[in-house]
Nanobody, 121 residues
Framework: QVHLLESGGGLVQPGGSLRLSCEAS????????VGWFRQAPGQEREFVAS???????RYADSVKGRFTVSRENTKRTVYLQMNNLKPDDTAIYYC???????????????WGQGTQVTVSL
């Protein structure tokens, strides 16, 4: 089984940047698509971005042009570069294996503890 560990969250002012990391351990995962989801207090978990093994990416409309997802397979790590952060980006961010159904991106798990991102003055 693959295990995913998120890191890099923190407190940042509006307009600031953060880079999240998702490090994998366990079985080989390099051929699978990995994505980021987030969950704000009182809201459902939502898709943010994903990156496939060849490097194809998908983004939620709310983060297009501000967030960039990438991966380094040799380091077994996926990144989420977040620029021009807004208060609405405040949430716990999770990385997980994902699947494109043809209309939506599903999170397949495993789900870790996530990393908190807070955007506030």
């Amino acid at each position: 089984q693959v295990h995913l560990l998120e890191s890099g969250g923190g407190l940042v002012q509006p307009g600031g940047s953060l880079r999240l990391s998702c490090e994998a351990s366990g079985r080989t995962w390099t051929s699978e698509t990995v994505g980021w989801f987030r969950q704000a207090p009182g809201q459902e978990r939502e898709f943010v971005a994903s990156v496939s093994w060849p490097g194809g990416t998908r983004y939620a409309d709310s983060v297009k042009g501000r967030f960039t997802v990438s991966r380094e397979n040799t380091k077994r790590t996926v990144y989420l570069q977040m620029n021009n952060l807004k208060p609405d980006d405040t949430a716990i961010y999770y990385c997980t294996l994902t699947k494109w159904t043809g209309s939506v991106t599903q999170g397949l798990g495993p789900w870790g503890q996530g990393t908190q991102v807070t955007v506030s003055l």
